[in-house]
């Protein structure tokens, strides 16, 4: 599977923003998608991961409430929806493959092209 993310760009604090995951190949809806971040000088975080048909959803940010994830297999797209956007999110957001669900980014299996997201104050 190939993963691309995509729809980050340059918002305003109090903004919101859709992060597509699109995926190619037939092996898609045998993973695990996962949502990851890597702000300037930090260590690639975990925000969420979904599972096979959407029945395993996990959050790993501490302000969970803010973000949405949720997965259309027939698009073969992963979405992550970003609410109440603030400086500190900003980041290079990317989308990884795993078998299962991990907040640990060296449990992926494949990274997609990341997206970046820039919070303005």
């Known amino acids: 599977v190939q993963l691309q993310a995509s729809g980050g760009g340059l918002v305003q604090t109090g903004g919101s923003l859709r992060l597509s995951c699109s995926a190619s190949g037939r092996t898609f809806s045998s993973y695990y998608v996962g949502w990851f971040r890597q702000a300037p000088g930090k260590q690639r975080e975990g925000i969420s991961c979904m599972g096979v048909d959407s029945w395993n959803t996990e959050y790993y940010i501490s302000d969970k409430e803010r973000f949405i994830i949720a997965r259309d297999d027939a698009k073969m797209t992963v979405y992550l929806h970003v609410n109440s956007l603030k400086p500190e999110d900003t980041a290079v957001y990317y989308c990884?493959?795993?078998?299962?669900?991990?907040?640990?980014?060296?449990?992926?299996?494949?990274w997609g092209r990341g997206t970046q997201v820039t919070v303005s104050s």
């Open positions: 990884a493959g795993l078998i299962r669900c991990s907040s640990n980014s060296a449990e992926a299996r494949k």
